[in-house]
């Protein structure tokens, strides 16, 4: 690959991949429109930025992996 296609190759990756997330923040803002977190209303969640929302959705599933067994008596080798 020369270096005048590099460029181009790596702008076309970019783009696609920005394509993909923003559907996917527009699929969780409408998730959150249609049942917004308590203390917030439908009209909050439309005004937010993308970066708040995935804030938002980070912060509210934080703690929702099964995988974690930091809560549970067991022995552990670290």
């Known amino acids: ?3 005048f296609s590099f ?15 923003k559907s996917d923040i527009e699929e969780l803002r409408n998730k ?11 009209r909050d969640i439309r005004q937010m930025s993308e970066s708040d929302l995935l804030d938002m ?12 067994d930091w809560g549970t008596e067991g022995f552990y080798i670290f």
């Open 1 to 3: 690959m020369d270096s």
């Open 7 to 21: 460029p181009y190759f790596y702008a076309t990756i970019l783009l696609k991949e920005d394509a993909a997330m």
């Open 32 to 42: 959150y429109i249609k049942n917004p977190p308590e203390g917030m209303t439908p």
């Open 57 to 68: 959705d980070y912060f509210l599933h934080e703690f929702d992996d099964d995988d974690d």
